[in-house]
């Protein structure tokens, strides 16, 4: 669903806290809108920073919607026409954000062709998951709004929780809090889980959308690919998903040439090898860093949110690719032998 994030001096604030025994106090930028993420930007203070945000500066409470731990950035699901955002460091909150991007062909076993499109973002503290889902195209009022899991993107879960209130109308949002079992928290954190609104047409869904975590990783090596190439090359990647948009930070050093090119590539576990999705920036030299964004297509958003990409940089002396590394979430595997 395309939406817009009005950003001016009425609709868009920036606030910062600190701790006065820091030597360089804490410094957020004007938060930036890029598609369906909002992009901030800050310096100074000491991690773990908490960002939070208001809706309206009437508001009473601000709703903390991610923990960043050591970064400088970070990019949140803009599910709203305006923001308020404010940054707080040495927190000691834990807060996790998601992020679903909902289609009809997302449905399973067999996919449907409409024109139904949904964007939610959910926030995770501790048990208490926060949500938003704003919907338009259906063919008529839902009659159903749940999360199902356990599944990837190709299967089919079970009913876990119900989503509300449902509103009669083609078009609208959905949002509340919701208390997660210990089992529906882990199934979450591993996107594992999929939200799902049903109408009296398409009584078993219309409109699907996987519940994505925002923030993946990957650690490149020539050990990593398939078959194993000698180098002393390495390289990392940092990855923001935000709907169907993948922000990329993704560096590299000591290649035995220079990088052609740098692309991702899927579906593929591990061990196995696929043809490439698509490009990052054309890199350069044996070291370098890329940063951009991709715009993903449904099943490049699957072949990501079940792990089945991976980033491979190639140069012309490995010209099938020189190091190569799993997109997974922090704290996963990502290549064999690690």
Known sequence: MKRTLLINAVTLGVCAQWASAQPLPLVLTKPSLDGNGVMIVWSGGSGPYLIQRKTGLADAAWTDVMTASNSTSAVIPADSDSGFYRLVDATTNSVRAFSTWMAGAAERPVPLTNSASGFGSFFLEGSTLTYRINYTGLSGSPTSAQIYGPAQTGTNGSVLLSLGPI????????????????????????????????????????????????????????????????????????????????????????????????????????????????????????????????????????????????????????????????????????????
Do not use: H
């Not at 979450?188 to 869904?205: H, P, R």
């Open 167 to 338: 509103v009669p109308g083609t078009a609208g949002t959905l949002a509340g809090q919701l208390t997660l079992n210990f089992l529906e928290v882990a199934y979450l954190k591993l996107g594992q889980v999929y939200a799902n609104i049903g109408t009296a047409s398409s009584s078993s869904g219309e409109l699907r959308g996987q519940i994505a975590p925002i923030q993946y990783i990957a650690s490149l090596r020539g050990t990593n690919e398939v078959p194993t190439v000698q180098t002393g090359g390495s390289g990392t990647g940092q990855f923001s998903l935000v709907g169907n948009q993948l922000w990329y930070r993704v560096s590299y050093t000591n290649l035995s040439s220079g990088a052609t090119a740098a692309q991702i590539y899927g579906p593929a576990s591990i061990t196995q090898t696929a043809n490439a999705m698509q490009s990052f920036v054309s890199p350069a030299g044996t070291f370098g860093e890329l940063t951009g964004e991709l715009i993903l297509t449904n099943p490049q958003l699957d072949a990501l949110i079940d792990g089945l990409m991976y980033v491979n940089v190639l140069t012309p002396n490995n010209v099938a690719g020189e190091i190569r590394g799993q997109i997974t979430l922090p704290g996963l595997t990502s290549g064999r032998g690690q």
